[in-house]
């Protein structure tokens, strides 16, 4: 009887040591403070530049879905010299330029143009269009026809080439990572009440964000523009011929400068002798004078040695 008494008071104890029942319902975690909401948009941001890596094999494998036949993002440049006669030299380069301006800003748009020494026996001049590839491609095939039609030829003819698949992709990636985060730190800002001082840590991390988005935005736009159109430059040289016009021309110029050349030396003899005149009106006469006593002290001593 001793014994049950004793095993029924350490269960009692047992139990009363053992607390409540861990199986229960646990407390419920307290609402997030705006304080440990920005705490955690900085380290998104910071997880975002972490997460670059990921964006970068994500780009690399878009890039080699994209450079499959008929999916690389490329950039055509084409340069073109034409050799044509200087009286249609200038002509020729404004008609190429109005007709890219006749086509529209949306087709084509003229980047640059010049012409040098347009009255010159030699002119050249230069134009560069940024133009829709089908559009630039039935322009490119009527200049060879022009040129010649018009007494001249095309002499050098390039393309080059740039892929812009991995930038375009990898700005597209970081772009969306970008426009993710602002949206988050917007939805903050409309849901969160707190401190000011919070809420200016969270305007201001949106205002950076934002800036870099924009920022990108311009950069893929920019990418995306030149894949959309291409460009092409134009060198327009005159012809060179076997004799050329101005090749006398330095005859002519020193039959112009001769009279110019003799007035110039009648006038350097005419200062030199305005120089020296007064001169002479001294030293002629005490010449004239140290002379005539020399012949006389040379007659004076002849006549006493003959004496």
Request: with cysteine; charged share 20%; hydrophobic share 50%.
């Amino acid at each position: 009887m001793f014994r049950w008494t004793l095993l029924a008071a350490a269960a009692v104890m047992l139990a009363a040591c053992e607390g409540p029942d861990p199986a229960g319902p646990a407390p419920s975690p307290p609402p997030p403070s705006v304080a440990e909401a920005v705490m955690d948009e900085q380290v998104a941001v910071t997880g975002g530049r972490l997460e670059r890596a990921r964006f970068a094999q994500a780009g690399e494998e878009a890039t080699a879905e994209a450079a499959a036949p008929g999916g690389a993002l490329l950039a055509y440049r084409y340069d073109m010299a034409l050799e044509l006669p200087a009286a249609v030299l200038a002509d020729t380069q404004s008609a190429h330029a109005r007709a890219c301006m006749e086509a529209g800003p949306q087709r084509c748009q003229v980047i640059a143009a010049s012409v040098n020494n347009p009255d010159s026996p030699r002119p050249s001049a230069f134009l560069s269009l940024r133009a829709a590839p089908d559009w630039l491609a039935a322009f490119r095939a009527d200049l060879e026809s022009e040129a010649e039609a018009s007494g001249g030829s095309v002499i050098s003819a390039s393309t080059r080439v740039e892929d812009l698949t991995a930038r375009i992709v990898d700005s597209e990636a970081r772009l969306a990572a970008q426009t993710t985060l602002r949206d988050r730190l917007l939805s903050l800002l409309e849901t969160r009440d707190g401190d000011l001082s919070d809420l200016l840590a969270v305007e201001r991390q949106l205002a950076q964000v934002q800036a870099d988005l924009d920022a990108r935005a311009s950069v893929l736009a920019a990418l995306r523009q030149r894949v959309d159109t291409s460009v092409l430059d134009i060198r327009y040289q005159a012809e060179r011929q076997i004799v050329e016009p101005d090749a006398f021309d330095p005859i002519g110029e020193a039959l112009e400068q001769m009279g110019e050349v003799f007035a110039r030396s009648v006038a350097a003899i005419i200062v030199f002798v305005a120089g020296v005149l007064p001169w002479l009106v001294i030293l002629i006469p005490l010449l004239w004078l140290v002379v005539h006593t020399l012949v006389r002290a040379i007659r004076g001593r002849r006549a006493k040695a003959g004496g």
